[in-house]
């Protein structure tokens, strides 16, 4: 099985990055403007990508400032299962994402394909929270 695993420093409370990727209003701003989200354990998040392209995620997790933990059960068949966590820590007023996409089946040109975005979520989510603007899908280049 192979795992994405990156890391970021965030200028920002560490309540204000939990809130970021918990809330409607944040994962829009980082993530995906077409969205539904709820901070609810069991609930299923849908991210829309355009042309039909729509990931859910069931929450199995939600430690206030420390984790969040989802399940992939609808996406492309490559993500289907594997799971994705966001550990937080805080010290001296930064925070520090650890993000994890785990449980990949196989290394293929997708997977890197999505560990590069993941990347680019992170530095979206920094930018969200230090400077109040992230760069969601939509406004992204590809």
Avoid at 23 to 51: C, H, R, Y
């Amino acid at each position: 099985m192979e795992k994405i695993e990156h890391i970021n420093y965030i200028k920002s409370p560490i309540a204000d990055v939990y809130k970021a990727l918990t809330t409607q209003e944040g994962l829009g701003a980082v993530w995906t403007e077409e969205l539904l989200v709820k901070p609810e354990l069991g609930f299923i998040n849908e991210f829309g990508f355009g042309d039909n392209d729509l990931t859910k995620m069931k929450i199995l997790e939600l430690s206030p400032n420390k984790r969040i933990l989802w399940e992939c059960v609808d996406s492309d068949p490559e993500w289907i299962g594997t799971g994705i966590s966001f550990d937080l820590r805080e010290k001296d007023g930064v925070t520090a994402v650890v993000l994890k996409h785990f449980d990949w089946r196989e290394l293929t040109e997708f997977y890197q394909w999505c560990n590069y975005n993941w990347a680019m979520f992170l530095l979206s989510l920094k930018s969200y929270c230090e400077d109040g603007k992230g760069t969601p899908y939509q406004k992204r280049k590809f």
